[in-house]
């Protein structure tokens, strides 16, 4: 896969995570009861949270924001891109097996966005491995030194 395409991927790819992200996250901020999106607090009973403010909140910034600043990132080419794409996708897995954890339940968009994650860091990876950019230069010289 050409350098060109993996950027392209990843610039689609962050953008429709980091959209998502900003409209999932206001709509909750707006309304951490869940009531408008037909979910309770309920969910949260094995969560730290009585509400879910704080979770908008992650999930605005983190994952909204970010994605998209990753994106523009991508979208110029930014020596350090691959490092902040494989960090955003597994940002992303983890918040998806953290949530899931917390109101013990998996349905599609779980999957979903499991699976974006997943295609960030391995498209981050290939786009490093095939810069040479950090950090595949540091591990390569630490597995050389042995």
Not at 30 to 53: H, R
Not at 60 to 72: N, R, T, Y
Not at 81 to 90: A, K, N, T, V, Y
Request: proline share 4%; glycine share 10%; aromatic share 16%.
């Amino acid at each position: 896969m050409k350098e060109k395409t993996l950027y392209l991927c990843l610039v689609i790819i962050h953008s429709f995570v980091g959209i998502g992200g900003l409209c999932g996250g206001f709509g909750i901020i707006l309304d951490p009861s869940g009531e408008c999106n037909g979910v309770t607090t309920d969910l949260l009973k094995n969560a730290p949270f009585d509400d879910f403010f704080i979770p908008g909140l992650i999930l605005f910034f983190l994952i909204g924001f970010c994605d998209l600043i990753v994106a523009v990132f991508a979208y110029n080419h930014y020596k350090y891109q691959p490092c902040l794409s494989g960090f955003m996708g597994i940002t992303l897995m983890i918040w998806i097996i953290v949530q899931c954890f917390m109101i013990e339940s998996v349905n599609g968009l779980h999957v979903l966005f499991f699976l974006f994650g997943l295609i960030e860091a391995l498209l981050a990876f290939v786009l490093a491995y095939k810069k040479d950019t950090f950090p595949l230069p540091y591990i390569k010289k630490k597995l050389l030194r042995k």
